[in-house]
């Protein structure tokens, strides 16, 4: 796929060009200091793993269709905790920067209607103030660590990634807990299977009902890039962007219709091997970290006897970034790496962590979340139900 970069004229709002009917946004990172508060690193960390925790018991599987077109869009990195995208909903346009989410399957945005103390710092969807509004009666409570989320179902015209998606179901928040206190973003589109989407069709998924993509597909490339001015990262629906990876694409079987998760062969630190029997590897760029169950992380952090432990992040010193050992990921077969500079992440000039945690509400699985995702481009294919994973750029 050949593609034409354009300049950012406004970073809130992204320039998108169309070249044979592919649409791409320029990607850039937010302008912010790196993470510095251990205390968000524990909220992020138990709020991933409670997100897992609540899903797996929703689970209801839904087949899936396949559909024209191909869509790209902004991806915006802050301090390499978050990565989000721009979206409008409404007529006319509301703008709001949300959470992208493979680990979940819900579109959710603040309502102007919420007295939650964090919505102030929010742009609010106005209902009012759209034509194309619907209404119903239903709600949805989404359980999280610290407060639920309480949102209304509504419907109403969304465009994500440059495609016009009608009629779209979403969450509308009228109560957010204090797990978003540290957030960058308005709220969180989900991308992951229907079956756990509250019975809410995810956008991708409306799209490839209503044909209006190429193939049912997305691509992702996230990267660490610190400099504000730099592309960091895009989403392309419908199919996938050869100009972010190189090798060949390692396709890897999802094991169900919920999350995007497959086999879990092996895991190795350095020539250290864990115990992962019975444990499944899922995709989720909604985590920032590799998370894992507590026994198997306790059994990885032994690998690092200079670790020190402080409010559920361990630190260690600054020099592992060259000397740490690789981690290799088997699965079934197809063995992926990651070097030290890629787990390793620096908080200030002479601290440092890693970027791998475990949690007791984590069982059965290990979360791979931006701590892999950066170092390779990967690919979910609702049409054959695989996951397409090659080395980034």
């Not at 209006?212 to 962007?241: C, H, T």
Request: aromatic content about 10%.
């Amino acid at each position: 796929m050949k593609l034409q970069l354009l300049s950012l004229l406004v970073l809130l709002v992204p320039s998108i060009s169309a070249e044979n009917g592919v649409f791409y946004a320029q990607v850039y990172r937010d302008g912010v200091d790196v993470v510095s508060n251990p205390e968000l690193i524990s909220r992020h960390v138990e709020a991933v793993a409670a997100r897992h925790e609540l899903s797996r018991r929703t689970v209801e599987d839904e087949e899936l269709q396949v559909g024209g077109g191909k869509f790209s869009a902004n991806v915006y990195n802050f301090e390499n905790f978050q990565y989000s995208v721009d979206i409008t909903l409404g007529t006319p346009a509301q703008n709001f920067r949300v959470a992208l989410d493979t680990g979940s399957s819900l579109l959710w945005i603040p309502s102007d209607r919420c007295t939650s103390q964090i919505c102030r710092t929010r742009n609010r969807y106005r209902s009012g103030a759209s034509s194309t509004f619907k209404a119903t009666d239903k709600t949805l409570r989404l359980q999280y660590v610290k407060g639920d989320a309480k949102a209304r179902v509504s419907y109403d015209t969304l465009y994500f990634a440059g495609a016009k998606i009608e009629n779209q179901g979403f969450g509308e928040a009228e109560a957010i807990g204090d797990d978003f206190s540290g957030a960058r973003f308005d709220g969180i589109i989900g991308i992951g299977y229907p079956s756990i989407g509250y019975g809410i069709k995810p956008p991708i998924n409306t799209l490839i009902d209503s044909g209006g993509l190429k193939d049912p597909m997305f691509g992702i490339y996230i990267s660490n890039a610190q400099n504000r001015n730099s592309p960091v990262g895009e989403i392309v629906l419908g199919g996938y962007n050869t100009q972010k990876f190189k090798g060949d694409i390692k396709w890897l079987p999802v094991l169900r219709k919920a999350f995007w998760e497959t086999d879990l062969s092996a895991f190795k630190v350095g020539n250290f091997a864990l115990d992962v029997q019975g444990l499944t590897a899922v995709f989720d760029t909604g985590s920032s970290f590799i998370i894992m169950p507590e026994d198997t992380y306790t059994d990885f952090v032994s690998q690092f006897p200079g670790a020190s432990h402080d409010d559920g992040t361990d630190y260690v010193d600054c020099s592992t970034v060259n000397s740490g050992p690789d981690l290799t990921l088997d699965f079934g077969g197809v063995a992926l790496k990651l070097s030290a500079r890629d787990y390793v992440m620096q908080l200030g000039r002479n601290t440092c962590i890693l970027a791998v945690s475990g949690n007791s509400r984590v069982t059965g699985e290990v979360i791979l979340g931006d701590t892999f995702l950066r170092r390779y481009y990967t690919i979910y294919n609702f049409g054959d139900n695989t996951i397409g994973v090659a080395s980034a750029v």
